[in-house]
Protein backbone atom coordinates (compact mmCIF):
# COMPACT_ATOMS: atom_id res chain seq x y z
CA UNK A 1 0.00 0.00 0.00
CA UNK A 2 1.76 3.18 -0.92
CA UNK A 3 1.72 6.21 1.09
CA UNK A 4 -1.35 8.04 -1.52
CA UNK A 5 -3.02 4.67 -0.71
CA UNK A 6 -3.18 5.25 2.84
CA UNK A 7 -4.44 8.61 2.40
CA UNK A 8 -7.31 7.33 0.37
CA UNK A 9 -8.22 4.40 3.06
CA UNK A 10 -12.19 4.80 3.70
CA UNK A 11 -12.88 1.73 6.20
CA UNK A 12 -10.53 0.42 8.26
CA UNK A 13 -11.08 -3.72 9.80
CA UNK A 14 -10.08 -3.93 13.10
CA UNK A 15 -9.44 -7.43 14.29
CA UNK A 16 -8.01 -7.97 17.66
CA UNK A 17 -6.72 -11.47 18.62
CA UNK A 18 -4.54 -13.39 20.97
CA UNK A 19 -3.00 -16.70 20.56
CA UNK A 20 -5.21 -17.43 17.28
CA UNK A 21 -2.43 -18.40 15.02
CA UNK A 22 -4.13 -21.11 13.24
CA UNK A 23 -6.92 -18.87 12.41
CA UNK A 24 -5.12 -15.82 10.51
CA UNK A 25 -4.61 -16.86 7.53
CA UNK A 26 -8.38 -18.04 6.31
CA UNK A 27 -9.73 -15.43 8.22
CA UNK A 28 -7.92 -12.74 6.24
CA UNK A 29 -8.08 -14.46 2.73
CA UNK A 30 -11.97 -14.58 3.60
CA UNK A 31 -12.16 -10.79 4.53
CA UNK A 32 -10.48 -9.82 1.21
CA UNK A 33 -12.31 -11.60 -0.76
CA UNK A 34 -15.83 -10.30 0.96
CA UNK A 35 -15.02 -6.43 0.71
CA UNK A 36 -13.48 -7.19 -3.39
CA UNK A 37 -12.93 -3.64 -4.59
CA UNK A 38 -16.20 -1.99 -2.95
CA UNK A 39 -13.84 0.33 -0.48
CA UNK A 40 -10.61 1.10 0.02
CA UNK A 41 -10.03 -0.52 2.84
CA UNK A 42 -7.04 -2.00 5.34
CA UNK A 43 -6.76 -4.72 7.73
CA UNK A 44 -5.41 -3.98 11.40
CA UNK A 45 -5.04 -7.02 13.77
CA UNK A 46 -4.34 -5.83 16.62
CA UNK A 47 -2.10 -9.29 18.79
CA UNK A 48 -2.87 -8.78 22.28
CA UNK A 49 0.23 -10.25 23.80
CA UNK A 50 0.30 -13.44 21.94
CA UNK A 51 2.30 -16.28 23.04
CA UNK A 52 2.15 -18.38 20.21
CA UNK A 53 2.80 -17.98 16.51
CA UNK A 54 0.19 -15.30 15.99
CA UNK A 55 2.89 -12.25 14.73
CA UNK A 56 4.76 -14.41 12.61
CA UNK A 57 1.69 -15.73 11.06
CA UNK A 58 1.39 -11.74 10.73
CA UNK A 59 4.23 -10.49 9.47
CA UNK A 60 4.57 -13.30 6.58
CA UNK A 61 0.94 -12.63 5.63
CA UNK A 62 1.52 -8.81 5.26
CA UNK A 63 3.71 -9.87 2.64
CA UNK A 64 0.90 -11.51 1.04
CA UNK A 65 -1.53 -8.49 1.70
CA UNK A 66 -0.18 -4.85 1.24
CA UNK A 67 -3.52 -3.82 2.69
CA UNK A 68 -2.65 -5.60 6.17
CA UNK A 69 -1.00 -3.82 9.12
CA UNK A 70 -0.41 -5.49 12.38
CA UNK A 71 -0.75 -4.03 16.12
CA UNK A 72 0.98 -5.25 19.23
CA UNK A 73 0.54 -4.91 22.59
CA UNK A 74 3.47 -6.30 24.80
CA UNK A 75 1.56 -8.12 27.20
CA UNK A 76 -1.88 -8.90 27.02
CA UNK A 77 -4.37 -6.17 27.84
CA UNK A 78 -7.90 -7.30 27.18
CA UNK A 79 -10.24 -7.30 24.03
CA UNK A 80 -11.52 -3.11 24.84
CA UNK A 81 -7.70 -2.11 24.24
CA UNK A 82 -7.23 -4.27 21.95
CA UNK A 83 -10.39 -2.43 19.44
CA UNK A 84 -9.21 0.88 20.80
CA UNK A 85 -5.93 0.38 19.87
CA UNK A 86 -6.86 -0.68 16.86
CA UNK A 87 -9.37 2.12 15.94
CA UNK A 88 -6.81 5.07 17.11
CA UNK A 89 -4.41 3.61 14.68
CA UNK A 90 -7.16 3.71 11.88
CA UNK A 91 -7.20 5.53 9.02
CA UNK A 92 -10.69 5.06 7.69
CA UNK A 93 -13.54 7.53 8.71
CA UNK A 94 -15.55 4.20 9.04
CA UNK A 95 -13.97 1.29 11.41
CA UNK A 96 -15.39 -2.53 11.30
CA UNK A 97 -14.29 -5.03 13.91
CA UNK A 98 -14.90 -8.60 13.89
CA UNK A 99 -13.26 -11.30 16.23
CA UNK A 100 -9.88 -13.10 15.19
CA UNK A 101 -11.64 -16.63 15.73
CA UNK A 102 -13.37 -17.16 12.70
CA UNK A 103 -16.46 -17.16 14.45
CA UNK A 104 -18.04 -13.50 13.32
CA UNK A 105 -18.63 -14.39 9.41
CA UNK A 106 -16.72 -11.62 7.35
CA UNK A 107 -19.52 -11.95 5.09
CA UNK A 108 -21.73 -9.59 6.74
CA UNK A 109 -19.30 -6.90 7.08
CA UNK A 110 -20.48 -5.02 3.63
CA UNK A 111 -23.94 -4.70 5.44
CA UNK A 112 -22.83 -3.32 8.48
CA UNK A 113 -20.37 -0.82 6.80
CA UNK A 114 -23.32 -0.14 4.10
CA UNK A 115 -25.98 1.16 7.17
CA UNK A 116 -23.01 3.63 8.55
CA UNK A 117 -23.15 5.13 5.46
CA UNK A 118 -26.57 5.11 4.46
CA UNK A 119 -27.57 6.74 7.86
CA UNK A 120 -25.65 9.93 6.56
CA UNK A 121 -24.30 11.12 10.10
CA UNK A 122 -27.01 10.03 11.80
CA UNK A 123 -25.91 5.85 12.68
CA UNK A 124 -23.52 5.74 15.00
CA UNK A 125 -23.28 1.91 15.37
CA UNK A 126 -24.15 -1.03 13.10
CA UNK A 127 -24.68 -3.63 15.28
CA UNK A 128 -24.18 -7.67 14.37
CA UNK A 129 -27.08 -9.60 16.14
CA UNK A 130 -26.40 -13.23 15.92
CA UNK A 131 -28.40 -15.69 14.91
CA UNK A 132 -27.99 -19.53 15.30
CA UNK A 133 -25.32 -19.26 17.88
CA UNK A 134 -23.19 -22.38 18.37
CA UNK A 135 -21.66 -21.46 21.92
CA UNK A 136 -23.07 -24.36 24.62
CA UNK A 137 -26.18 -24.19 25.98
CA UNK A 138 -24.84 -22.69 29.23
CA UNK A 139 -23.18 -20.06 27.63
CA UNK A 140 -26.12 -19.06 25.74
CA UNK A 141 -28.34 -18.98 29.25
CA UNK A 142 -25.48 -17.09 30.74
CA UNK A 143 -25.71 -14.32 27.69
CA UNK A 144 -29.68 -14.85 27.34
CA UNK A 145 -29.79 -13.66 31.19
CA UNK A 146 -27.17 -10.75 31.25
CA UNK A 147 -28.59 -8.98 28.18
CA UNK A 148 -32.17 -9.71 29.70
CA UNK A 149 -30.58 -7.45 32.60
CA UNK A 150 -28.62 -5.05 30.26
CA UNK A 151 -31.60 -4.20 28.50
CA UNK A 152 -33.61 -3.42 31.33
CA UNK A 153 -31.28 -1.21 33.19
CA UNK A 154 -29.93 0.53 30.29
CA UNK A 155 -33.26 0.39 27.82
CA UNK A 156 -30.45 0.31 25.06
CA UNK A 157 -32.67 -1.95 22.71
CA UNK A 158 -30.24 -4.40 22.07
CA UNK A 159 -30.75 -8.16 22.09
CA UNK A 160 -27.06 -9.30 21.67
CA UNK A 161 -24.17 -6.72 22.65
CA UNK A 162 -21.71 -9.63 22.41
CA UNK A 163 -21.37 -9.92 18.90
CA UNK A 164 -18.05 -8.75 17.64
CA UNK A 165 -19.22 -7.57 13.88
CA UNK A 166 -20.06 -4.19 14.69
CA UNK A 167 -19.35 -0.96 12.79
CA UNK A 168 -19.25 2.77 13.40
CA UNK A 169 -17.72 6.19 12.51
CA UNK A 170 -14.18 5.99 13.84
CA UNK A 171 -14.96 9.82 15.73
CA UNK A 172 -17.91 8.49 17.31
CA UNK A 173 -16.11 5.27 18.85
CA UNK A 174 -12.79 7.46 20.30
CA UNK A 175 -15.80 9.89 21.69
CA UNK A 176 -16.67 7.50 23.80
CA UNK A 177 -15.46 7.07 27.40
CA UNK A 178 -13.04 4.30 27.55
CA UNK A 179 -13.02 1.57 30.38
CA UNK A 180 -12.73 -1.84 29.96
CA UNK A 181 -15.51 -3.84 28.70
CA UNK A 182 -16.66 -0.67 26.14
CA UNK A 183 -17.16 -2.79 23.41
CA UNK A 184 -19.94 -4.39 25.26
CA UNK A 185 -21.82 -1.26 26.46
CA UNK A 186 -21.46 0.66 22.82
CA UNK A 187 -25.19 0.53 21.75
CA UNK A 188 -26.03 2.37 25.28
CA UNK A 189 -23.43 4.90 24.59
CA UNK A 190 -24.34 5.61 21.50
CA UNK A 191 -27.92 6.30 22.28
CA UNK A 192 -26.74 8.37 25.25
CA UNK A 193 -24.55 10.79 22.30
CA UNK A 194 -27.98 10.73 20.21
CA UNK A 195 -27.20 8.42 17.58
CA UNK A 196 -29.32 6.04 15.98
CA UNK A 197 -28.28 2.43 16.05
CA UNK A 198 -28.62 0.26 13.32
CA UNK A 199 -29.14 -3.57 13.76
CA UNK A 200 -27.99 -6.86 11.34
CA UNK A 201 -28.71 -10.43 11.91
CA UNK A 202 -25.90 -12.13 11.30
CA UNK A 203 -25.12 -15.94 11.37
CA UNK A 204 -23.20 -17.30 13.72
CA UNK A 205 -20.39 -20.31 13.62
CA UNK A 206 -17.91 -22.18 15.23
CA UNK A 207 -14.38 -20.91 15.82
CA UNK A 208 -11.93 -22.75 13.04
CA UNK A 209 -9.64 -23.76 15.81
CA UNK A 210 -8.47 -23.22 19.26
CA UNK A 211 -10.25 -21.92 22.39
CA UNK A 212 -11.60 -19.08 23.07
CA UNK A 213 -8.93 -16.23 24.52
CA UNK A 214 -11.32 -13.63 26.25
CA UNK A 215 -13.41 -13.85 28.86
CA UNK A 216 -17.37 -13.36 28.21
CA UNK A 217 -19.19 -10.31 29.65
CA UNK A 218 -22.15 -12.90 29.90
CA UNK A 219 -21.17 -13.89 33.39
CA UNK A 220 -22.77 -11.31 34.95
CA UNK A 221 -20.50 -10.69 38.22
CA UNK A 222 -17.88 -9.63 36.32
CA UNK A 223 -19.69 -6.97 34.55
CA UNK A 224 -21.52 -5.63 36.95
CA UNK A 225 -19.48 -2.40 38.07
CA UNK A 226 -19.49 -1.68 34.74
CA UNK A 227 -23.13 -1.86 34.34
CA UNK A 228 -23.83 0.53 36.97
CA UNK A 229 -20.96 3.19 35.42
CA UNK A 230 -22.77 2.99 32.59
CA UNK A 231 -26.25 3.82 33.90
CA UNK A 232 -24.57 6.48 36.14
CA UNK A 233 -23.55 8.42 32.57
CA UNK A 234 -26.82 7.80 30.82
CA UNK A 235 -28.33 9.54 33.92
CA UNK A 236 -25.73 12.44 34.33
CA UNK A 237 -26.19 13.35 30.32
CA UNK A 238 -26.95 17.01 29.52
CA UNK A 239 -27.64 18.05 26.70
CA UNK A 240 -24.83 19.91 24.61
CA UNK A 241 -25.34 23.96 23.86
CA UNK A 242 -25.29 25.59 20.84
CA UNK A 243 -21.78 27.67 20.88
CA UNK A 244 -21.97 30.91 18.53
CA UNK A 245 -18.89 32.53 17.93
CA UNK A 246 -19.52 36.00 18.71
CA UNK A 247 -17.16 38.33 16.15
Not at 134 to 157: E, H, M, P, Y
Amino acid sequence: MTPADRDAVAVSIVVPVRNEADNIAPLIAEIVSTLGSRWAYEIIYVNDGSTDATGERLTAMMKQYPQLRQLKHAAPAGQSAAVRSGVRAARGAIVATLDGDGQNNPGFLPDLIAAVEKGDGHVGLAAGQRVGRKDTGFKKLQSRIANGVRNAILRDGTRDTGCGLKAFPREVFLSMPYFDGLHRFLPALVRREGFDIAYVDVIDRPRHSGVSNYGFFDRLWIGIMDLAGVWWLIRRKKSTPVAIEVR
